[in-house]
């Protein structure tokens, strides 16, 4: 908004709901309004601009372009580890309450590893480590851990996997742009706005009625009840559904 009224043009465009709608000289309706819907989805409400003004929302609203090296230096990576086909979980979210137990990851690895016969890689981000060393200690299979990955190289990796399993977190949203089949575990953020887009999916969470709320801090139980009492068979059967092809097929509006 500030870069919007600091550049002097003449002519500002913004939505009328927004907080700072005097900013703007110009104010388009409420993204529900143009969509005609009660409740959107984070993608809608981005397009929503593009809607009003008559242009056409392409089919493929986002995708994520890989650069070559990248995606070079991951398939020797998964050559020198003598990986193929495999099941990428990552356990990690940047709330409490959208992060689902690590031991839980654990149990859910070690359970995809016996009965799909699939190895299974583990990822985070480097200040996440402490997160893979839990699952580490607690899994009683052998699994893969990688948590020096750059953002396009764990890309790339999302990329060339069967399925993909996590959080509500930035590689979930990843895996959805890059057309990959998601198991996701859903804590306390608004399933309607956020749920993968544009890809099929398992969404396994709680229907406890304080969802969705902020998520800084579990306000009703004092801790996150909603991801935490969420049983690994749960997901073990989401993912039975993925791997077995009969998934939630994507249903997002165009």
């Known amino acids: ?57 392409p089919s493929r609203p986002f995708m994520l372009h890989l650069n070559e090296p990248a995606r070079m230096r991951v398939r020797q990576r998964l050559e020198d580890a003598g990986i193929t086909e495999y099941i990428l979980i990552q356990p990690t979210a940047t709330l409490p309450t959208k992060q689902w137990e690590p031991s839980k990851f654990a149990q859910l690895g070690d359970w995809l590893a016996a009965h799909h016969h699939l190895p299974v890689i583990y990822t985070a981000a480097p200040h996440e480590s402490a997160i893979l060393d839990v699952i580490l200690r607690t899994a009683r299979e052998r699994h893969t851990y990688w948590s020096d990955l750059p953002l396009m190289e764990l890309f790339a990796l999302i990329e060339r996997c069967r399925l993909f399993v996590g959080c509500d977190s930035g590689p979930t949203h990843a895996a959805a742009a890059l057309k990959k089949p998601i198991v996701v575990v859903w804590g306390s953020s608004n399933f309607q706005a956020w749920h993968p887009w544009g890809t099929e999916y398992e969404a396994v969470g709680s229907e406890l009625p304080c969802i969705p709320c902020p998520g800084h801090e579990c306000k009703v139980f004092g801790e996150p009840r909603c991801i935490k009492e969420i049983p690994v068979s749960r997901v073990q059967d989401a993912c039975a559904k993925i791997l077995s092809g009969n998934a939630t097929a994507a249903n997002d509006r165009r």
């Open 1 to 57: 908004m500030l870069f919007t009224i600091a550049s002097g043009a003449h002519l500002r465009v913004g939505q009328e709901a927004h907080r700072g709608s005097w900013l703007y000289n110009r104010r388009i309706p409420t993204p529900a309004s143009i969509w005609g819907l009660e409740s959107l989805h984070t993608v809608e409400n981005q397009l929503s601009l593009v809607r009003w003004l008559g242009l056409p929302v």
